[in-house]
Every structure is written in structure tokens, then in C-alpha cells.
């Protein structure tokens, strides 16, 4: 038993409470939002801003293990948690996980490929940067950026001064990285606790749109040989970063079998979702069990699963759906969906409302489901 207490209110804390409670856990949530997803579903929730100094301290009066569902958390904030609670996770992995240069370098640092990159000071070093990487090549914020924002492909050296005036508003480093014609992305989530064990789920096959997660395929359609070196990779990085927790690997592969990493994430991630029904543990069991010191569980997958993101414009579309018999369970096709919602009530466009696991015998019947019902577009 105990507290645990999350700092963030969206639908990762949501589903890390959600499985906590199941496992005798309270849990308190720290969040600016009347009525957020975490929230919701928590014992308790303080209603204030992250960078709330009292609040932040608030949190740790109440909560004897605390973790994060994000990972800009303010460093001060983390210190203040740190002196006045328990945080297993520690303030080192954010540091490196927050900053893109930090973290290609960590990465390096445990042997595993990261696509070449350079550090960009002035729009020089960009155009040298461009020249040598070759056209197209990936202008990044180091810090602050998600689902593609922050970035600039470059397709012409003309573009240079434009992406640079653009991207240096940020107010952070920039990072240059050459473009990997991928044939493939994957992600590997690892655990690893305080006593050292480490396990990784198997590897999904990662599709974005608009670089947005859309659908994640597991098994992975690629050679078992390429899944196990990247989850393998995976496992190295969590046990050469000192990971408690959970840490998600985002990867590229390319058609001559080379991975590089992308980018880390030390909390459950969206490809993760797939667990939920399709393996015997949870990623977000797993994250509880991490921080707890618990021994992990079995990451074994029980039955091929395509998880598919609902965003906002889904809603409508799926709602009509639901109401044709034979949708959830298509035994037609051999498909089962099971359908999670994140307890939020505006359905704006690009954000994300839902998930759905297919179980099937086979993935390709899952992206039949998925083509066929329309939801999605064609
Ligand atoms: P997330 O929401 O995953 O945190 P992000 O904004 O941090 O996204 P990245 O994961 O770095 O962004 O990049 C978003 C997507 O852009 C990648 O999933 C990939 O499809 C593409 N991409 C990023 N970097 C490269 C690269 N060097 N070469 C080719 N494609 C890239
Ligand atoms: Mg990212
Ligand atoms: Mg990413």
C-alpha cells in the first residue's frame, strides 16, 4: 500500500492510476486543470500549476513515492520533491531526457547509434551542418518539443536562414540531424527498478500522420532478430542511464537493418498502449511496480495487437460505429476492440481522446478493421 503521487493530469497518470489502484495504491495528482484525466480517476488532486512551489510541497506531504507523467518538469520543482518526498526516479534521467543534446549523448554514451547530429550556435553552423549532413536533413529544438513541433525539415540549403530565424526564437539550443530514409519506426519500452532488474516489452512498429502516433503494430513486422536487437538496445540504454522506471525508445530502421535511436521518453508512452490487453503486464503496471521496487512482470505478449490512436475528429465517426452490432467484436474478420477513453469532453481536432487494441490472430486483419470502418479516412 501507500501514496504515490503524479505530477501531470493527462491520460498517461490516468492510466498509471487506474492500474496503481487495481495493485492497493492511493493515489494524488498535481495539475493546473479542473476536471483532468488524472484527476479524475485519483483519490485526490491539488489543483495548482506546475511550478507551484507550495503546492509541489503539498504533494510531497501526502504522496511517499512520487512520479512524473511528463517530462518538462521544472528542475526546482523536482529538488523541492526530491528533499521533502521520494522520488525513485531521481532529477538526473529529466535533466538528460529534457534536452536533445543531453540525451543523443547519453545514448552514445551506452554504445547505442543516434543519427548523426550537430550542435547549431548560428546560421553558419546550420549551413555548414546542412552541407555536410546532404538535403534533406532535421532542424530541432533541443528542448520543449513534441509531436513534430520545434522542427524544420530542410529541403533546400535556401531554407536555412528561415528555419533559423524560426527555431532560435525558442530560446534553446538547436540541434541539426541528418534525415534516415527509415523503413521502419519502432519503439521499445524498458523497466528497470532500484534492485536492477531490467525487462523491455516486445518492439512496436510505429506509424505516425502528421507526426502524430496513429497506429502501433506488435509483432512488429520485421525479422525476430531485428525486434530482439532492438528491445536488447533498449535495455542497455535503461540499464546505462540508471533508468528507475519506465523508459520508451523511440527508433529508426533502415532497409539495410540499421537502428538509430530518435529520442527518449522516461515515462509510459503512447506506443505502450498496446500492453493493456496484449501482454501479460501493463507498461503502466510495470512503471508502479518499477518505482516500487517490486519485482517487474512478465512483458510476454499474448496475442498479435494494433493499437490506434482516437483523436478528437475520431469521436463523431466511432460514436456512429459503435452502434452497428458485430463493430467491437468483428468475428468475420477475427478482430476484437477494445475501446479506452480518457475522460475528456472536448473532442478538439488532433487531440488525444482514446485508444483502441485489436486482438487478432493477425495484424494485417487489425489494419483491414481499421481501413474498413472508415473512422480514420482512407
Ligand atoms: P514526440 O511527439 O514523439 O515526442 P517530437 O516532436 O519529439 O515527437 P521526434 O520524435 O523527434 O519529434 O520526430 C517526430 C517524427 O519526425 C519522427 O517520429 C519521425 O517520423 C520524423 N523524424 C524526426 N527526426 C527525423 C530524422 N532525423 N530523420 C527522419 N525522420 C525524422
Ligand atoms: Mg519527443
Ligand atoms: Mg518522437
Same mark, same amino acid.
Given at each position: 500500500?501507500?501514496?504515490?503521487?503524479?505530477?501531470?493530469?493527462?491520460?498517461?497518470?490516468?492510466?498509471?492510476?487506474?492500474?496503481?489502484?487495481?495493485?492497493?495504491?492511493?493515489?494524488?495528482?498535481?495539475?493546473?486543470?479542473?476536471?483532468?484525466?488524472?484527476?479524475?480517476?485519483?483519490?485526490?488532486?491539488?489543483?495548482?500549476?506546475?511550478?507551484?512551489?507550495?503546492?509541489?510541497?503539498?504533494?510531497?506531504?501526502?504522496?511517499?513515492?512520487?512520479?512524473?507523467?511528463?517530462?518538462?518538469?521544472?528542475?526546482?520543482?523536482?529538488?523541492?520533491?526530491?528533499?521533502?518526498?521520494?522520488?525513485?526516479?531521481?532529477?538526473?534521467?529529466?535533466?538528460?531526457?529534457?534536452?536533445?543534446?543531453?540525451?543523443?549523448?547519453?545514448?552514445?554514451?551506452?554504445?547505442?547509434?543516434?543519427?548523426?547530429?550537430?550542435?547549431?550556435?548560428?546560421?553558419?553552423?546550420?549551413?555548414?551542418?546542412?552541407?555536410?549532413?546532404?538535403?534533406?536533413?532535421?532542424?530541432?529544438?533541443?528542448?520543449?518539443?513534441?509531436?513534430?513541433?520545434?522542427?524544420?525539415?530542410?529541403?533546400?540549403?535556401?531554407?536555412?536562414?528561415?528555419?533559423?530565424?524560426?527555431?532560435?526564437?525558442?530560446?534553446?539550443?538547436?540541434?541539426?540531424?541528418?534525415?534516415?530514409?527509415?523503413?521502419?519506426?519502432?519503439?521499445?519500452?524498458?523497466?528497470?527498478?532500484?534492485?536492477?532488474?531490467?525487462?523491455?516489452?516486445?518492439?512496436?512498429?510505429?506509424?505516425?500522420?502528421?507526426?502524430?502516433?496513429?497506429?502501433?503494430?506488435?509483432?512488429?513486422?520485421?525479422?525476430?532478430?531485428?525486434?530482439?536487437?532492438?528491445? %536488447?538496445?533498449?535495455? =542497455?540504454?535503461?540499464?546505462?542511464?540508471?533508468?528507475?522506471?519506465?523508459?520508451? /525508445? !523511440?527508433?529508426? +530502421? @533502415?532497409?539495410?537493418?540499421?537502428?538509430?535511436?530518435?529520442?527518449?521518453?522516461?515515462?509510459?508512452?503512447?506506443?505502450?498502449?498496446?500492453?493493456?490487453?496484449?501482454?501479460?503486464?501493463?507498461?503502466?503496471?510495470?512503471?508502479?511496480?518499477?518505482?516500487?521496487?517490486?519485482?517487474?512482470?512478465?512483458?510476454?505478449?499474448?496475442?498479435?495487437?494494433?493499437?490506434?490512436?482516437?483523436?478528437?475528429?475520431?469521436?463523431?465517426?466511432?460514436?456512429?460505429?459503435?452502434?452497428?452490432?458485430?463493430?467491437?467484436?468483428?468475428?468475420?474478420?477475427?478482430?476484437?476492440?477494445?475501446?479506452?477513453?480518457?475522460?475528456?469532453? %472536448?473532442?478538439?481536432? =488532433?487531440?488525444?481522446?482514446?485508444?483502441?487494441?485489436?486482438?487478432?490472430?493477425? /495484424? !494485417?486483419?487489425? +489494419? @483491414?478493421?481499421?481501413?474498413?470502418?472508415?473512422?480514420?479516412?482512407?
Amino acid at each position: 500500500g501507500g501514496t504515490i503521487g503524479v505530477l501531470g493530469g493527462g491520460q498517461l497518470g490516468r492510466m498509471l492510476a487506474l492500474a496503481g489502484r487495481n495493485m492497493g495504491y492511493r493515489f494524488v495528482t498535481l495539475d493546473p486543470t479542473p476536471d483532468a484525466p488524472t484527476g479524475q480517476v485519483a483519490d485526490e488532486q491539488i489543483e495548482a500549476g506546475y511550478d507551484d512551489v507550495d503546492a509541489a510541497r503539498r504533494l510531497a506531504a501526502l504522496s511517499d513515492v512520487i512520479t512524473y507523467e511528463f517530462e518538462n518538469v521544472d528542475a526546482h520543482v523536482t529538488n523541492i520533491l526530491m528533499e521533502e518526498s521520494y522520488v525513485p526516479q531521481g532529477s538526473q534521467l529529466l535533466y538528460t531526457t529534457q534536452h536533445r543534446l543531453r540525451e543523443k549523448r547519453a545514448i552514445e554514451a551506452a554504445g547505442v547509434p543516434v543519427a548523426p547530429y550537430a550542435e547549431i550556435r548560428s546560421e553558419a553552423e546550420l549551413r555548414e551542418a546542412a552541407e555536410l549532413f546532404g538535403i534533406p536533413c532535421v532542424l530541432k529544438t533541443a528542448m520543449g518539443g513534441y509531436d513534430g513541433k520545434g522542427q524544420w525539415v530542410l529541403r533546400s540549403l535556401d531554407e536555412v536562414p528561415e528555419a533559423y530565424a524560426t527555431l532560435s526564437k525558442a530560446k534553446t539550443e538547436l540541434v541539426l540531424e541528418q534525415f534516415i530514409h527509415f523503413d521502419k519506426e519502432l519503439s521499445v519500452i524498458a523497466a528497470r527498478s532500484p534492485r536492477g532488474e531490467v525487462k523491455a516489452f516486445p518492439a512496436a512498429e510505429n506509424i505516425h500522420v502528421h507526426n502524430i502516433l496513429h497506429e502501433s503494430i506488435v509483432p512488429a513486422r520485421i525479422e525476430v532478430a531485428i525486434q530482439k536487437e532492438a528491445e %536488447e538496445l533498449a535495455m =542497455k540504454i535503461a540499464a546505462s542511464l540508471g533508468v528507475i522506471g519506465l523508459i520508451a /525508445v !523511440e527508433l529508426f +530502421l @533502415t532497409k539495410d537493418g540499421q537502428l538509430y535511436v530518435n529520442e527518449l521518453a522516461p515515462r509510459p508512452h503512447n506506443s505502450g498502449h498496446y500492453t493493456m490487453e496484449a501482454c501479460r503486464t501493463s507498461q503502466f503496471e510495470q512503471h508502479v511496480r518499477a518505482i516500487c521496487n517490486l519485482p517487474l512482470g512478465s512483458t510476454k505478449l499474448l496475442s498479435p495487437v494494433v493499437m490506434v490512436n482516437l483523436l478528437g475528429e475520431h469521436i463523431a465517426p466511432l460514436t456512429e460505429k459503435l452502434a452497428e452490432p458485430g463493430f467491437l467484436e468483428d468475428e468475420q474478420l477475427g478482430v476484437s476492440a477494445k475501446v479506452h477513453l480518457y475522460g475528456k469532453k %472536448e473532442a478538439k481536432e =488532433k487531440r488525444k481522446m482514446g485508444h483502441i487494441n485489436l486482438l487478432t490472430d493477425d /495484424v !494485417e486483419k487489425a +489494419l @483491414t478493421w481499421i481501413e474498413q470502418t472508415g473512422i480514420w479516412g482512407k
